[in-house]
């Protein structure tokens, strides 16, 4: 099984920073990885899929980038409602497409 | 626009059994793969299940299989999820989801709102 494990955990950042948060496959996945955000009480929203493409309606100030095993998502310029969970998910390993760990993001 | 509604959560005893259905709308329900991932208390998402857009294939997570069967009925536009021989580490919002493809890459853009389920006795 392909394992995520996305660092940090947890990070503590203000508005107008700028962030990037890693995610680390156990094997290459070449660019089958997506990336999510998630909110307290709310569903998970698509950000970016296929490592770098963005998703519409996403904010140009979230990016993606990597292949192999490993991969980044960088928000430019945090604004107030970037403040959320952020999860990666493979979806080379067919159908069953697993999930990192999640990495919190605070206001500082 | 695109629509999913997750009902029949609840609390349930364990070793019991619940069915959880997720109503599709806005788009052609028989023409995507559906999943359903949960999310236990405080933790983060899990990977559940998924089923072919013609219910011809089925996979499960290795925590659920032999427990848990997805289904889906394409006329009425709906995927279920029967949950048998129900464990404590089994609660969790369970959440359904859409797979898109968009040059063989594989995401899911769509999510329902989660049923939370309970099991305690």
């Known amino acids: 099984d392909i394992q995520l494990t996305q660092s940090p955990s947890s990070l503590s950042a203000s508005v107008g920073d700028r962030v990037t948060i890693t995610c680390r496959a156990s094997?290459?996945?070449?660019?089958?990885l997506n990336w999510y955000q998630q909110k307290p009480g709310k569903a998970p929203k698509l950000l970016i899929y296929?490592?770098?493409s963005l998703q519409s309606g996403v904010p140009s100030r979230f990016s993606g980038s990597g292949s192999g095993t490993d991969f980044t998502l960088t928000i430019s310029s945090l604004e107030r409602e970037d403040f959320a969970t952020y999860y990666c998910?493979?979806?080379?390993?067919?159908?069953?497409?697993?999930f990192g760990q999640g990495t919190k993001l605070e206001i500082k | 626009q695109v629509q999913l509604v997750e009902s029949g959560g609840g609390v349930v005893q364990p070793g019991r059994s619940l069915r959880l259905s997720c109503a599709a709308s806005?788009?052609?329900?028989?023409?995507?793969?559906m999943h359903w991932v949960r999310q236990a208390p405080g933790k983060g998402l899990e990977w559940v299940a998924v089923?072919?857009?013609?219910?011809?294939?089925?996979y499960y997570a290795d925590s659920v299989k032999g427990r848990f069967t997805i289904s889906r009925d394409n006329s009425k536009n709906t995927l279920y999820l029967q949950m048998n021989s129900l464990r404590a580490e089994d609660t969790a919002v369970y959440y359904c989801?859409?797979?898109?493809?968009?040059?063989?890459?594989?995401?899911?853009?769509?999510w329902g709102q989660g049923t939370l389920v309970t099991v305690s006795s």
């Open positions: 089923i072919w857009d013609d219910g011809s294939k089925k």
């Open positions: 806005g788009f052609i329900f028989s023409s995507y793969g």
């Open positions: 998910q493979q979806s080379y390993s067919t159908p069953m497409y697993t």
């Open positions: 989801a859409r797979e898109t493809t968009v040059i063989a890459q594989f995401f899911f853009d769509s």
């Open positions: 296929a490592a770098s």
């Open positions: 094997q290459s996945i070449s660019r089958y």
